[in-house]
């Protein structure tokens, strides 16, 4: 089993749509969590860490539920310009800082 | 925000020969240096952990023989892919910790096209 799993995607929703990514990781001694970004043959670059309590940045909801070891970002109104590949990671288990990606959901927005 | 400067940012080499990537961390001390690499449609895979001063480690996998990381500074890591072959064609990237487990701050990436 993978460490971090995700939506096999890819999704294509049309502009101002609301989509959701869904996300479980599977060592529940992870102690943080992020949604990154990354564009076509790009470095991923953070969206935004994911609080237990969820948390929110503009159109960007994250959430997180440690008992089912699942995390999930949501993206309102989404723009062109929020295609890209949207990646779950996990860090700081078992003591290691390397962040541990899931194989990301690709997000095509059509006008 | 800290820097961490990756080169050189794609690269074609023939079959047999070596290729060396660096990343500098350019206004910071990065005493590690995480190494991944990543295949067409897949996810960025932990390839080894370089550690100033001290031998890399490496991924169940990997092989260290192949991979040549040296961290000889606080501000310089370097990968080298020796006797390139064809399937070691991916897209490499670096990324040093920040504080904690809350940060990490990423090179801007190699692509290797071994031909």
């Known amino acids: 089993r993978k460490e971090v799993e995700q939506d096999p995607g890819p999704f294509n929703v049309p502009e101002g749509a609301t989509v959701a990514f869904n996300c479980t990781y599977s060592n529940s001694a992870s102690q943080s969590f992020f949604w990154y970004r990354q564009d076509c043959r790009k470095e991923p670059k953070l969206l935004m860490s994911v609080y237990s309590s969820g948390n929110e940045d503009g159109r960007f909801t994250a959430q997180l539920n440690r008992a089912s070891q699942y995390i999930s970002l949501l993206i309102r109104d989404s723009k062109l310009s929020d295609s890209a590949t949207y990646l779950c990671?996990?860090?700081?288990?078992?003591?290691?800082?390397?962040?541990?990606f899931g194989s990301g959901t690709r997000l095509q927005v059509q006008p | 925000g800290a820097v961490v400067s990756q080169h050189p940012s794609w690269v074609i080499c023939k079959s047999g020969t070596s290729v060396k990537i660096e990343c500098r961390s350019l206004?910071?001390?990065?005493?590690?240096m995480f190494w991944y690499r990543q295949f067409p449609k897949q996810s960025l895979m932990l390839m080894a952990t370089?550690?100033?001063?001290?031998?890399?480690?490496?991924e169940q996998g990997v092989e260290k023989d192949k991979f040549l990381i040296n961290h000889a500074s606080l501000t310089l890591s370097t990968l080298t892919v020796t006797s390139a072959h064809p399937e070691d064609s991916s897209f490499y990237i670096c990324?040093?910790?920040?504080?904690?487990?809350?940060?990490?701050?990423f090179g801007q990436g190699t692509r290797l096209t071994v031909v």
């Open positions: 370089s550690n100033e001063g001290s031998k890399a480690t490496y």
């Open positions: 990324s040093a910790p920040g504080a904690g487990w809350t940060e990490a701050f």
């Open positions: 206004d910071f001390q990065a005493t590690t």
């Open positions: 990671v996990v860090n700081g288990h078992t003591g290691r800082r390397a962040l541990t």
